[in-house]
């Protein structure tokens, strides 16, 4: 059986079909469709995705459910507060509940999940006459705690209050690129889909998406059956630089960068070590499984610890840094906004925002963007005091900090775990394919193979620099022939 990578599931969604076998791929959200899947599948995260409608979220959980057996999910659709409870047998027999469209849910059904999201069994009394006829207690419906997947559309104002505090602590969410760039990336596929045959845009197999189904099918399986056996982390102590400690929402949040690690780990059942101690069966991961975390998940999780509102991203953007003059304020070439100014900056950037005061609110509340008042109107700018964060690791330092970690705190498989995690770490980047080795002395990630300017199949480095098939035929710029088309095709599956 092959040996499957993230980087194959990526691919995966990049040539998703829908359930009447029509390609679909999910082009443009390779961090979201990682996380959510990962995460949710093999580490039993409660996953929400707040999008506005028609960017996606809907095929990306059709692609996620394709993985699984039929029997293993159960989808709650739109339905009343009592339905629910006639679903009560399939749900509780299901492995995975799915609610595509979260914010059409009744109040009742969004506090059993709320129930759930708590760890806890959703219960209700039912009057039976009976019963009651025969001096016997109301009968009681169990709904049994489940993990959720669920998809909110966030441009009504339910979709975008109708997650608490309490709920949004006990949920991992990101949401999907409403951008310009990512609608003419769409559209492009779908132009080209129709005038080409299926086969010349998908560079993945039926077989191979049978074997990674299978794969992922197994580490699930392996999961519930081996949950006495408790992962540890023995990096995360040295991940600290990349957490933005002064919020702390960090506190909370931290667990769903440390859960998406343990889900990579999952994905590679026999890389994790196994020890027993006391009694208590004990995996532990590696520096790859962590480097590989922070390459899926970083970005997107500082930006939920700094509070970042939906699409919050994407408003910065509009706004070229703030700098500071010698008196400590903005100087005066700072670029400021008025409301209807963002609005026409966010139209003419392809961001569909009918309402953007929840999201200016909330930039100013976490101290992204700041106001002025000229009298008239209300004028917004990009604080000078903060950038958009990122972390640096010092992969070097970390692996040897690790090795000084485990001898002290696992003696008794410190020899094995650093010959075989601590030496030169081999990774595939799950977003390019590209063969990474990671190791002490090394400042830098550095790459495997380095090859000639680019390879002669290609007609410019431009074409030669996409990561996969799809992306090719979405971007190359040079004229090529049928055969040169069939020769790149086979580069990339053996790439």
Known sequence: MKKYELHDLLRYFHNAKKSDGTLFPILGED????TCSISYLL???????????????????????????????????????????????????ARFI???????????IMEVVKTWADGRTATRKVTDMTRQKDGLAPRTQKLHSKYVLMAVAVENEKGTGMFDAELERRCMIMHTNPTVKQTERVIKH??????VPASKI?????????????????????????????????????????IPSAFPISRSKVQYLLRLVNAI?????EEIMRVERDGVKYGLLTPKHNWMGLRVYLNHFVEECLHMPSHGTDILKLFPDTRLDKFGFADSETVKMSEVELKKAAKAAGLPFTKLKPVISGLIMTGFLEMDDDGKRQLFFKSPLLTEPAAKINW?????????????????????YIRRSCGSVQIIDPFSGDHLV???GTKEIKTKEVKGDYPTIFKSKHDASHADYASFLLGAQGIYEEKEYETIREYYKTS
Not at 98 to 108: F, S, V
Not at 265 to 269: A, D, E, I
Not at 400 to 414: D, G, L, M, N, Q
């Open 31 to 34: 961090a979201l469709s990682l």
């Open 43 to 93: 580490e039993d995260t409660n996953f929400c995705i707040k999008a506005y409608s028609g960017t996606g979220k809907t095929v990306l959980m059709e692609a996620i459910i394709n993985l699984l057996p039929p029997d293993w999910v159960h989808v709650i659709e739109h339905m009343s507060d009592t339905a629910i409870w006639y679903d009560q047998e399939k749900i509780n027999e």
């Open 98 to 108: 799915i609610i595509p469209e979260a914010q059409k849910l009744p109040d009742g």
């Open 190 to 195: 779908k132009l080209l889909h129709s005038a």
């Open 202 to 242: 998908s560079d993945m197999s039926d077989e191979e998406i049978k074997g990674l189904r299978k794969h992922l099918i197994l580490a699930i399986r392996e999961r519930d059956e081996d949950d006495a056996t408790v992962i540890k982390n023995p990096c995360a102590p040295f991940l600290f630089n990349a």
């Open 265 to 269: 780990g999952r994905f590679y059942p």
């Open 396 to 416: 070097s330092d970390l692996i040897e900090e690790t090795e000084k970690f485990i001898r002290k705190e696992w003696p008794e498989v410190a020899s094995e």
């Open 438 to 440: 990671v190791g002490k």
